[in-house]
């Protein structure tokens, strides 16, 4: 990718961060403090759980280096924006799932370049990728800072500045930055289209089974805490649906050769938004079913004190 492609990546995947803290308020982030068991949870699986899992399918799962190394990076990246939508939709806890959103993005800028550095050192094969490509964990760190730190910063001073005006642009950015995030998915795709048709099974399998593992360790997470159904939606979502376009700008700016990498955060970023709104649908299924269960039982009870 050229340099110019570089910075519009980066300066989307900042604009995306600068429009998730736009719908965030320092009330968010004390709600964490003061309800701190779902986030908490939520952040432990994400940055701790999920990563660790990962590096141990890398290590006892045969499968090529470039490809072990695109899991451990997806896996270290923090949920994105979509996360809140979807939550939203499946009647989960938005509110919590923006404030996770928030806190994970903050502390990306730290777990994600050492995540990715720590579990791929620890894999024999991925580490020996590193040591050939060279790459200093002080730049990882700095780009990483930039795309989400700095903008995360500069949107809750704008919407604690300009709260109005934050709220008209909200939907604007969210729309806006996916949709053009969106297209560099697709673009990175198509870069490597024949290397992706070549070991297309390869890819798939690995994108699809490590997708179900986050949702599953989301979910597990959440009902080992005894966490209600609304938090155990948003926990699930935040944790299982990665902000792969993070991990396709640090592909592009330090790993641009490695054409496995870059198709295995490319075909996570499309294969997520399916994922997720089909648990979504399943989630808004059940709850139908829910509803008129409890109508049916209503309607029952209305008959028998009727016929009383």
Known sequence: MSQSSLIVLNLILAMM???????????D??????QPKGPVTGLLAQFLVLPLLTWLVTLTVPMPAEVALGLILVSSCPGGSF???VTYLANGNTAMSVSMTGVASLLATLMTPFNFMLYSSLNPNTAALLTQINVPASQIFMIVGLVLALPLGLGLISARLWPNLAQKCDGLFRLVS???LFLFVLIALASNWTAFVAGASIFLLAVVVHNAMALGVGFASSKLMQLNEQDARAITLEVGLQNSGLGLGIIFTFFDSL?????IAAAWGCWHLVSGMLLCFY???KDRQSERKKQLVNNNNKEVRCGS
Do not use: C, D, P, Y
């Open 83 to 85: 996360s809140n939508i």
């Open 259 to 263: 054409t496995g990498m870059a198709i």
């Open 17 to 27: 961060m600068f429009g998730i803290a736009l719908n965030l308020k320092l009330a």
């Open 29 to 34: 982030f004390k709600q964490v403090v003061k």
């Open 283 to 285: 989630w808004q299924r």
């Open 178 to 180: 996916l949709v053009t």
